[in-house]
């Protein structure tokens, strides 16, 4: 399949993974009358739905990978080539920040913002790199044994790592990076998120590392530079 239609199929599907991660926690804070249980279980449920939704629709194209971490694994077990990895990041990214500006106009906000909300120590990175691994391992995981059921465990394990972590489970870099875009109550400070993509990092070589422990007939990486087979 041409790179231009997966490109484009990651823009989206991560555009439109922001606008609900960002618009469903303003919309959460405004109707839940300064409770912050009720305003994070509306978060974590709409993120989740959204996940399923856009894995089930999306990863027939483009393996709806939304999430540097995921192109990153697919590259390193050599599934898709490095030029196809760099684009995934720069368009994820972008689009991010995209998904992000468009929730502020959706809600008639500014749409340039700096988040405010402080997201550092030792328990918050810890939080992300178990919220990382698990996500890893999940996707690893499930695309040998239960392709099928994919989206679901996606959806699934997001869900509950709002609740059991820390850092409410951010798990992604370009969604973290996204996210210092917001004052909203998905948002992080700027100077927060290299930790948080550090941890990131971290979490998912481990998962890299368990799931061959876990499954020894994963694929062997390949790191060599390989060309994308044409569209």
Known sequence: MALGRKLATEAIGTMLLLACVVGSGI???????????????????????????LISILGPISGAHL??????????????????????????????????LLAHAMFDLPLLQVGSHTRTGAGQWLSEAVATFGLLLTILLARRHRPTAMPFLVAGYIFAAYWFTASTSFANPALTLARAFTDSFSG????????????????????LGIAKVLDPNLPTPKLLPETTPPG
């Open 27 to 53: 919309m959460g804070v405004r109707l839940s009358q300064g409770n912050d249980a009720v305003a994070l279980l509306a978060n974590a449920a709409a993120t989740a739905a959204a996940l399923y939704v």
């Open 67 to 100: 999430n540097p971490v995921v192109s990153l694994a697919m590259r390193w077990r050599g599934e898709i080539g490095s030029r196809d990895a760099i684009a995934y990041l720069l368009v994820q990214t972008v689009s991010a920040i995209a998904g992000v």
């Open 188 to 207: 992080i400070r700027l100077q927060d998120v290299g930790a948080f993509v550090l941890a990131q990092c971290v979490g998912a070589v481990f998962a």
